[in-house]
């Protein structure tokens, strides 16, 4: 019996979510279909976290047990043959039969990508939010400072979040605009439902004016969600990287996804 | 009467080719459709190039005339509203009654995009051409520099073609490599059928080292197609941007389609 870790990138535009579910295709549901020819028979998966309809993953992690005979670091390619090309599968990993894919992430990583173009973008249309508002950047950037650390993220969740404390630790919020483009990047231990969209949404209230700093620190504090902005769009966001601890490793295995466009690129000087 | 010039970007994979053609969906199609809406009237259309299915714009021109009452300056968004998503109007111009969106056009410039990454990426799988190949970029480059110039390109035209001439003049030809993309940009007075795709698969064979730059250079004299390279999958394509002269121009109006991704990008630091 082995207990394998998985690393997989999926374009979520044509799925409704990660989560498996009856009558609907979903990444989980292609991921655990496709496992089942591989593996001959039926796995119970378990995810990092669920992604919504329309959001994106370059790092998402899944982690099942087995008594398949497929080599470990076979199950990329074989898997990757079967599967529709939204979803790839970049790492497989032997991990400790008590490893959780849930349970033992310590650390969340999320992209969430604006487009500010004057007219949208046919190419990034899927993966961004096109806004031809202006943003006042270094705003955004006070007032994400305002929510970095320990606090009650209860302004920032959406309803329908049955979790019990709503106290988590974000380790960064950066904002960072480049041409036409604004990207916010965020690590936390976890995040509460659509937390991220809902920080966002409401940054993006700051860059046009419609709140300041001080009332965003006011917002976290009160946890009023009547006063946060409007969830972010799903289609800009992106599940980055999941992190776990030395203990959730058996052997250092090779994968990587390589450079994730759109979040994710470098200067080409043609 | 007015004649216009609307410069517009599209995502080619949902068409059939730009092309009007019965009973097919194409961006011309979708286009003159749009107009018809928009102008009251059907109009005849002439585009800068044809490109193939699969294949995308960034800077594709078209030009018509028209009686319609609606301000140019106006187009852009009218169209927009109607258009599907997958094709962005960016610029809309008055130019002189005289001018011609084919036989203007003083140059084009095409860029292509081949991702070398260990798996495919299911964000750029539609925007270029998928190979876990090595590549020796150096090599490519110098194949490049002997193409560049006036030549008879004819073993670097695709069958089908009914050109009187198959000389042409190509301006640049550059390849350059950054983590695990290489982007090919070449602009000519014209290009021939397929001829960006050919040129672009020989450059391939060299980088895998099946060609030189000599044999390169060897078949460029001899005109034999039979030992180009396959022609490069239409998806890394794109229609960057056609050039016309300073004649073309009735008045300078604003336009901009700000960063194309994934084959124009900057640096994000985050």
Avoid at 155 to 170: D, L, P, Q, W, Y
Avoid at 199 to 211: D, F, Q
Wanted: charged share 20%; hydrophobic share 40%.
């Amino acid at each position: 019996m082995r207990n394998i870790k998985l690393t997989l990138a999926y374009d979520g535009t044509s799925f409704a979510g990660f989560q498996v579910q009856p009558n609907a295709r979903t990444v989980q549901g292609e991921l655990m279909s496709a496992l089942a020819t591989v593996l001959g028979e039926k796995v119970h998966m378990i995810g990092a976290g669920r992604t919504d309809t329309g959001v994106h993953a370059r790092g998402q992690v899944v982690s099942f047990k087995t008594n398949g005979s497929i080599p470990t670091d076979r199950l990329p390619m074989a898997l990757n043959s079967i599967l529709p090309a939204a979803i790839v599968v970049w790492q497989a990993e032997n991990v400790p039969l008590n490893f959780h894919a849930r349970y033992d992430a310590t650390e969340k990583t999320y992209r969430y990508l604006i487009h500010l173009g004057r007219v949208p973008s046919p190419f990034i249309k899927d993966y961004s939010w096109h806004t031809s508002r202006e943003l006042n950047v270094p705003a955004m950037q006070q007032a994400a400072a305002k929510l970095v650390g320990r606090h009650d993220f209860s302004a920032f969740c959406a309803a329908g979040s049955a979790v019990r404390s709503k106290v988590r630790t974000i380790r960064h919020l950066n904002v960072e605009a480049v041409e036409d483009l604004v990207l916010v990047e965020t690590a936390a231990d976890g995040f509460l439902y659509k937390m991220v969209r809902s920080i966002v949404g409401t940054l993006v209230e700051v860059g046009r004016g419609a709140l300041t700093a001080e009332e965003v620190q006011d917002i976290l504090l009160t946890g009023d969600r009547s006063r946060v902005g409007p969830t972010a769009p799903p289609q800009g966001l992106i599940l980055w990287h999941v992190s776990y601890g030395p203990e959730a490793t058996l052997e250092q295995t090779p994968g990587s996804i390589g450079l994730t466009l759109p979040w994710g690129y470098v200067k080409i000087s043609l």
